[in-house]
């Protein structure tokens, strides 16, 4: 099936949209009406740019209000069409969509609609043009693709076909098993879009809140396979009426939605996604976060040394060439890194402190990154030292790195190959209890959390969580997590420019990790180990304690314990939660330290306390600045 998009899917004006659908890689394009009258250049000027670009044009869409009118209005509806056809030839398609009639004047009846198109049919053929019809979920007659399709069978014309798009269809909620029995031939354009499901009118949600496959709820992959068994070899085109897309990055936005139809194909028996098809390996199954890299400065790599030695943590091992340390605590491996070469170093320049990477154990480093590279990802690769192991990676949210590393390569012996161990290292350290990385946190813009969600539940075995609005003091904050048995990541993006999340991307300079979770075997003991070794845990204030005394009726000795070291507190039907937070360092990221009794979410209502508090310390700060 050839790859496209409706130009409508983005920002910017026709020519950016051409040149980013191209620059993608897509195959095709439907030209949007909208974009054409909007456009200052001629119809066989977009033609031509089209075809330069090495697109095909795959329909011109819409034309609306055409079936079942009565007269005067359904002869003036054939002079209408015949201008778009003229429109089309200077174009150079030979497909004109129409979508189903949604003016209170048409009149209802298959045969009458059926009637409409045979004759549109008939005068389509005399120009050697098809129409091809859309059953809108808010047509005045015809909303359903099985009357659209029986619209379509009773016109019995050569020249006029169906439009199945994936939005109308699962708007609709009806069965999805009668399109494998649609004859692929009569098939003329197939459109997906995914959407979150939500509760409203089809039409806001669907001029609003459509998005690419995969990064919505629709059961997409059902339409697939019933699509694979018509036999259907035609465009499959991305229409996405998205308020966030429509004020994003045209290039990325349309990089997304030809990795969204690579990653929609993946897996379907008898479909191939573009002219060449690709073939993926599996997803790839997230084992657990191998290590985390920070980029850091002399002065604060100091500093961040002494506070990873007061989280517990030892130091196992330094760098043979570079200026780069590794800390070691249970399973979880930190990574200092104060080179003055190297991405590490460029990304501190940007950033400041930060995470500049991430290492994921996967099973299979080299497939993964095959994976990667098949949906899309931007390869990294650096200058690698003599003696070094060439770890593969991809660029990640906002530039950072995700590294694969895997038990059975040469990748598990990175850190003998590489380190001088630290003499006197105590390998069994534990001291503070922390055993794994629970979590990793981003921050992002709000606009771009589709993109990073459809990166991360692609390429790897990652599944979505439903979406959070969690409130800050200045607005909201909304969380999406994705997450595997063992790795779990947050990406939080918010709209307000108050929220201390975008006074992190402001003062960070883009996207990054906000902050890194450790899960405890015992938070006590870890919090005690931390206050003792001079490690500040984020104050909490007195009526949060008061309030879940009074929540989930806490023996006053357990609130006793908690209170004294700040720790938060959840529970739900499955299990507990208690957490605790570092202070920020040096104005960046923090630390998170968790312990899980048989509980899986985040602790979403604690966040807001959270947020106050690290709002209020920021705020002191600032004042005695
Ligand atoms: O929102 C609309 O009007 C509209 C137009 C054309 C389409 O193909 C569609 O799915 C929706
Ligand atoms: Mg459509």
Redesign the pocket.
Known sequence: MLTSIATVSLSGDLQEKLDAIAAAGFDGVEIFENDLLSFDGSPEDVGKTIRDLGLKLVTF??F?DFEGMPEPQRTRAFERAERKFDLMEELGTDLL?V?SNVSPQSLGGLDRAAKDLAELGDRAAKRGLRVAF?A?SWGKHISDYRDSWEVVRRANHPNVGL?L?T??IMARKVPLDAISSIPGDKIFLV?VADAPILEMDA?SW??HFRCFPGQGDFPLGEFMRNLAMTGYDGPLSL?I?NDQFRSSSTKNVAKDGLRSLIYLGDGIEGVQVGEKGTALPPKAHAKEVGFVEFAVEEENAEKLATLFAALGFEKRGSHKTKAVTWWKQGDINLVINCDKDGFAHSYNIVHGPSVCAVGLKVDDAKATMDRAQSLLAAPFSQAVGEGEIEMPAIRGVGGSLVYFLDDHSELSRIWDVEFEPEKGADTDAGKAKLRKVDHVSYSMQYEEMLTWLLYFTSIFDLGKMPTLDIPDPGGLVQSQVVQSDAVRLILNGSQSPHTQHSQFLNEFFGSGVQHLAFASEDIFASVDYCMAHGVEILPIPENYYDDIEARFGLEPELLDRLRARNILYDRDDEGEYYQAYTRTFANRFFFELVERRAYRGFGAANAPIRLASQTRMNRRNDAAK
């Open positions: 869409q819409p609306r969509m979508c859309e809108l439009v798009d939005f109308h459109q039409l669907s001029r229409e009426f």
